[in-house]
């Protein structure tokens, strides 16, 4: 069984920052892409940012310049670094992972629980 656990969430003011965490465990053989996507209430959930097990990056352009996306390939994390928030950034941040298991079961779409990240004065 794989699975994918963030962490970081909360209320910051806006122009503030944060820091998203996901890691991946179980039995995972090998981890391909890596992402984050938010859904505000009442919308469709977004790509944030992705990153390949490369390193090649993909962002949001409504992010870009504020947001980073990292990863620990030895770890199986992927962080998102947060920063000049703003009150549209509110929404709940979901983890996703294009992964194999060491049964070399491909799971192409994980997702994780998602956490909560409110900017608001």
């Known amino acids: 069984q794989v699975q994918l656990v963030e962490s970081g969430g909360g209320l910051v003011q806006p122009g503030g920052s944060l820091r998203l965490s996901c890691a991946a465990s179980g039995s995972i053989f090998s981890i391909y892409a890596m992402g984050w996507y938010r859904q505000a209430p009442g919308k469709q959930r977004e790509l944030v940012a992705t990153?390949?097990?490369?390193?090649?990056?993909t962002y949001a352009d409504s992010v870009k310049g504020r947001f980073t996306i990292s990863r620990d390939n030895a770890k199986n994390t992927v962080n998102l670094q947060m920063n000049s928030l703003k009150p549209e950034d509110t929404a709940a941040y979901y983890c996703?992972?294009?992964?194999?298991?060491?049964?070399?079961?491909?799971?192409?779409?994980?997702w994780g629980q998602g956490t909560l990240v409110t900017v608001s004065s």
């Open positions: 990153i390949t097990s490369a390193g090649s990056t």
């Open positions: 996703n992972a294009d992964l194999r298991s060491t049964t070399l079961v491909r799971y192409r779409e994980l």
